[in-house]
Each structure stands twice: as structure tokens, then as C-alpha cells.
């Protein structure tokens, strides 16, 4: 059976918005044909939990029914977690959905957002997507975000600066005290996005914590995310917490239904003590892996940023994609961005050997 009934000949002619034909394709990580080891997406190389799987399976006998619309509990669940009203928890079909309904509540068409890059490859095509226009401001060679260089490039058409911290895919934490300058900074009316997708694995008492930040700053919004500590990446929940009035916008603009059933009742679960008992052991160990696996890199000769994520950064250059085939061909996927460098996971132990003994062999 022919998929559609139109002639195959006839010209597509409805023409896409022109900020949507020129994005760039957000490039998934690797995915394994056959045996290899996954390090291409910064997931949690744990199995879901027990308690979790027990929720979903519960959950999958209800699915003919339609997900609660606003995700009450799951909200309630978070707000209570976190220690903040339920007025200002919106969640979405993962933090990257949530960001773009962030920025499609206060982005007019041609308005500045203002982030870092090197940074998370969802800036530029939620940006566009939003209708605002790019302005990108180097890392520097540390992989650090350059708060004062961007403070200096907000201008009188900014309206969203995107602060990542840690920065994927470099590994380094932006500090409290250059947050807090930053912030001193810019206009009030500029929403400042603080996104910390990698919270649970940082370990630098320097780090902010953004909830402390949301506090004194209304123009601040937190997004955290349950796909990396707690390990539910295939089933998409992330959150945003801000001010009452925005968390409104936000949730405005959000898809209706976003976060499915299952996803619902796994984040509920996923949030209990006992859940996170075992989600703060299994980052535990993923962080002592993280210095494991960067204190060997740096005997080897590497150089390579300070990471508090659950990733390592190597800044290969243009050997980038000739290395990330090579580890691909050793069954060892790895995040490369070509002529840059290549962001790699931090997995199980034999995972982690695999990938040292191959950077160990490149040395
Ligand atoms: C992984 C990641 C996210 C979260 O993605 P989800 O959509 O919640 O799975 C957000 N921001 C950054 C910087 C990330 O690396």
C-alpha cells in the first residue's frame, strides 16, 4: 500500500518558517546495533528501581484512561521535595520541553537569548524554535562559562540568558559568588534560566544552589530533570520552579497532557525516601567513577576540565571524529562534536575501562 495518496511527483510548496528550515538537527547519541557500551547520552547506567518498575507496571494497566492534565501530585510530590509551593513547579515531557515552554512564554519574535558555547545542543534549536534570536558567548578554555563576558553581551533586546551549570558538555559548575555578581548585573526584566540537569552529581561547595538563587531572584527559573540521578530518561519528566506569575506562563504554554501516566506515577515513585536512598548511592558510585576515570585520563596526559556532571570532557580537535569511530568500531559509543571534542558518559566500571584503555591507546 502506498503511505500517502498523493502523486509521488507533486512539490511539496508550503513553506516552513524560515528559522525552522535552518535549524541544525539535534544529533542523539549513539545508539548501539549489537554489543556495545553506551556513553553517548549522560544516562544512569543503573536499571530503574525496583519501587519504580513496580509503579509503571501499575500504572500500565490504566493507560486507556487520559493522564491527570496538570500532573497534580507529581507537582505536589516535587514542590514538597524541593520545599517550594506547588505554584511554582511546572513539569513537562522532559526538561528540554519544559525550557522551550519557558522560553515560548516570554520570547517575542526577534528577541535576544543569550547562552554559552559550547553548551547543551538544545539551546540554539529551542531558541529559534521560540522565535528569539541566538547570541552565543564563548566558554573558555576551561570549559567555564563566561558569566561576565555574557552579562556584557546582554543588550536592550535581551530577553533570556541560559546559564548552565554544569555545562554539558564541558563537565565545570559556574560559582555562587559569579552567579550572584552576574545576576547584580542584568535587568530585572531579563529571565535568567539556571538549568542544572546534573545537580545531584556536583561535589563543588561553590556550586550555587539554585533554589537559594529563585529566592532572592524573581527573574530566575530552576529546571532540574529526573532523566540523569534518577534515571528515567526514556520516560521524560523534567521541571521548572520559579515565581508564581512565570510558573503560570509557563505552564500556559505547556503541551496539554505533557507528562504521560507512566511517567506520572514512576516520578512519584521515583521521589519517596526510600527511592532516593538508592538513587543517592547509585550517584555515590557514579561520582567516584567520574574521579576515577578523570584522574586516570589526567595520568595518561590528558587534559581535562573539572566535571561535576556525570560525563568527562576530552577537547580532541579535529581528531574528534576520527577517535569517536574508532571507539564506536571498539563498542564504545561516545558523544563526538566533530572538529570540538567528545563528551563521554560515565557508565558501569567495564564501561569506563573500555573507554580508558582506548583513550590510553590514542595517547
Ligand atoms: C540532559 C539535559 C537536560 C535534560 O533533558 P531531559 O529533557 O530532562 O531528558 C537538560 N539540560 C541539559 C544541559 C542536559 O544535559
Not at 536499571?47 to 491527570?68: F, G, K, M, W
Not at 595520568?299 to 579535529?318: K, R, S, Y
Not at 557508565?347 to 590514542?362: H, I, K, R, S, T
Amino acid at each position: 500500500m502506498a503511505p500517502v495518496d498523493t502523486p509521488p511527483d507533486t512539490p511539496v510548496t508550503v513553506p516552513l518558517r524560515a528559522a525552522v528550515a535552518a535549524l541544525p538537527a539535534y544529533v542523539p547519541g549513539a545508539r548501539p546495533s549489537g554489543r556495545a557500551y553506551k556513553l553517548s547520552s549522560n544516562e544512569n547506567p543503573y536499571p530503574p528501581l525496583p519501587s519504580v518498575l513496580a509503579a509503571i507496571q501499575t500504572a500500565a494497566a490504566e493507560v486507556n484512561r487520559y493522564p491527570d492534565m496538570y500532573a497534580t501530585e507529581l507537582v505536589e510530590t516535587i514542590a514538597g521535595y524541593v520545599g517550594v509551593g506547588a505554584d511554582q513547579v511546572v513539569v513537562g515531557n522532559g526538561s528540554v520541553a519544559v525550557l522551550q515552554h519557558v522560553l515560548e512564554a516570554v520570547v517575542e519574535p526577534g528577541d535576544e537569548v543569550v547562552f554559552p558555547w559550547r553548551s547543551f545542543e538544545a539551546y540554539p534549536i529551542i531558541t529559534a524554535v521560540a522565535g528569539g534570536t541566538a547570541v552565543t558567548v564563548p566558554v573558555t578554555s576551561a570549559g567555564r562559562l563566561d558569566l561576565p563576558a555574557m552579562a556584557a553581551a546582554v543588550t536592550e533586546r535581551t530577553r533570556a540568558v541560559l546559564v548552565c551549570t554544569p555545562n554539558n558538555p564541558t563537565g565545570p559548575v559556574v560559582h555562587a559568588d559569579e552567579l550572584e555578581t552576574f545576576l547584580a548585573t542584568v535587568r530585572r526584566d531579563v529571565l535568567v534560566v539556571v538549568d542544572e540537569a546534573y545537580l545531584e552529581f556536583v561535589r563543588d561547595p561553590a556550586s550555587p544552589d539554585g533554589l537559594d538563587v529563585l529566592r532572592r531572584h524573581p527573574n530566575v527559573v530552576v529546571l532540574r530533570t529526573l532523566s540523569k540521578a534518577y534515571g528515567l530518561a526514556g520516560l521524560r519528566v523534567g521541571y521548572a520552579l520559579a515565581a508564581p506569575r512565570l510558573a503560570a506562563g509557563i505552564r500556559a504554554t505547556s503541551t496539554p497532557f505533557g507528562v504521560n501516566h507512566l511517567a506520572q506515577r514512576a516520578g512519584i515513585a521515583a521521589l519517596q525516601p526510600p527511592a532516593l536512598a538508592e538513587m543517592i548511592e547509585h550517584v555515590e558510585a557514579i561520582v567516584a567513577e567520574r574521579t576515577r576515570v578523570a584522574d586516570t585520563l589526567r595520568e595518561q596526559g590528558w587534559d581535562v576540565p573539572e566535571t561535576h556532571a556525570n560525563f568527562v570532557w576530552l577537547g580532541l580537535g579535529e581528531r574528534t571524529a576520527e577517535l569517536a569511530a574508532q571507539a564506536a568500531a571498539a563498542g564504545v559509543l561516545v558523544r563526538p562534536f566533530p572538529g570540538d571534542g567528545m563528551r563521554v558518559s560515565i557508565g558501569e566500571v567495564a564501561a569506563n575501562d573500555a573507554f580508558l584503555a582506548l583513550a590510553a591507546g590514542w595517547r
